[in-house]
Nanobody, 123 residues
Framework: QVQLVESGGGLVQPGGSLRLSCAAS????????MGWYRQAPGKQRELVAR???????NYGDSVKGRFTISRDSAKNTVYLQMNSLKPEDTAVYYC?????????????????WGKGTLVTVSS
């Protein structure tokens, strides 16, 4: 199986910073992309940032210029540096990955989610 484990959430004051981490483990053949999504109470889950195995990135409009996604391919880990945090950034942040698993002689593309980590921005 595959697990995505997030860490780094917590309570931070407006204007502060947090760094989230997500480590993928298990029977992984290769990772195509990893990313972060978030869901605030009463709202739909939305893209925060995503990075491909080639290093291409894309960001949600509301976080551009404030958040930075990066990865350590050797560790199957993705990071989200969040600066200039605002109360509206408060949400559960979920890690997501598009990856391949080897099952017998076949390679299967799959998508996995972490359980989420809560980020609260409040004074």
């Amino acid at each position: 199986q595959v697990q995505l484990v997030e860490s780094g959430g917590g309570l931070v004051q407006p204007g502060g910073s947090l760094r989230l981490s997500c480590a993928a483990s298990g029977s992984i053949f290769s990772i195509y992309a990893m990313g972060w999504y978030r869901q605030a109470p009463g709202k739909q889950r939305e893209l925060v940032a995503r990075i491909t195995d080639g290093g291409s990135t894309n960001y949600g409009d509301s976080v551009k210029g404030r958040f930075t996604i990066s990865r350590d391919s050797a560790k199957n880990t993705v990071y989200l540096q969040m600066n200039s945090l605002k109360p509206e950034d408060t949400a559960v942040y979920y890690c997501n990955s598009d990856l391949a698993r080897k099952l017998g002689d076949e390679t299967h593309a799959m998508n996995y989610w972490g359980k989420g980590t809560l980020v609260t921005v409040s004074s």
